[in-house]
């Protein structure tokens, strides 16, 4: 069933400054890939609706889903849904969406994660299957953002898994003590990734950096097959 569905706010979580996760208790959910997406339907009193799409950040945990949302200066729907939502509100749902970019634990060989700022919500989706699965093939997750204070899942990302590798990729300012200083991404940073011959890659963000990240991917020796992205703004 496609259709739209209830969803009860029952979590909201900072995770930046403009940037939150939103816990929904969905009856019925029918389950969901990590990758995928659902629109969010939202109705004023006056009969207006506006709809937006957001990631869903883990994979499907019975009738419950999390969704990632970057709050847009200006916004209509981001900006309400990431501060003023009551807990215990509803708002209407559709999904799970979107079949292209997604990855399940049982695909075989390496896995490559790209993330630019929010973009990494999808790619949560899928490290947190990785690392559920406790598979011994080897995952890199590189993430891209302007300063230490932009990142989501700070806690998270400390992994302690030995076959899951995260670097942060600071574009305005790094953390003292950081060996990278800031700057964009270069082929320097995917010297360890895994190998273009095996790995899956999976790259999410702002346009700018996907359109980036592919070419560096694509100058490094990854064939277009392999590279899945996903682009926003």
Not at 61 to 88: C, F, H, K, M, N
Not at 107 to 122: H, K
Not at 160 to 167: E, L, Q, S
Not at 201 to 214: D, I, L, Q, S
């Amino acid at each position: 069933m496609r259709g739209w569905r209830r969803g009860r706010l029952t979590d909201r979580t900072r995770q930046t400054a403009t940037g939150r996760t939103l816990t929904l208790d969905v009856p019925h959910w029918p389950g969901h890939l990590p990758g995928q997406h659902v629109d969010v339907r939202l109705t004023a009193a006056d009969g207006y609706q506006a709809v937006r799409s957001y990631s869903l950040a883990a994979p499907a945990d019975t009738d419950r889903i999390e969704l990632g949302i970057q709050a847009a200066s200006g916004g209509e729907v981001s900006p309400y849904l990431a501060d003023d939502l009551p807990v215990g509100a509803e708002v209407e749902v559709k999904g799970p969406l979107g079949g292209w970019f997604v990855w399940t634990p049982q695909e075989p060989g390496p896995l490559l994660l790209m993330a630019g700022g929010s973009g990494i919500v999808p790619l949560m989706a899928m490290l947190r299957a990785r690392l559920a699965s406790a598979s011994s093939e080897p995952c890199t997750l590189l993430y891209s953002v302007r300063d230490p204070h932009e990142v989501w899942y700070a806690e998270e990302l400390d992994t302690t898994d030995p076959h899951v590798r995260v670097r942060r990729l600071y574009t305005r300012r790094a953390p003292d003590g950081s060996e990278r200083p800031a700057g964009r991404m270069t082929k320097l940073d995917l010297v360890d990734v895994p190998p273009a011959a095996e790995a899956r890659c999976y790259v999410c963000g702002p346009t700018g950096f996907v359109e980036h990240a592919g070419t560096l991917l694509l100058t490094t020796g990854y064939a277009p097959g392999q590279i899945r992205t996903e682009r926003f703004g």
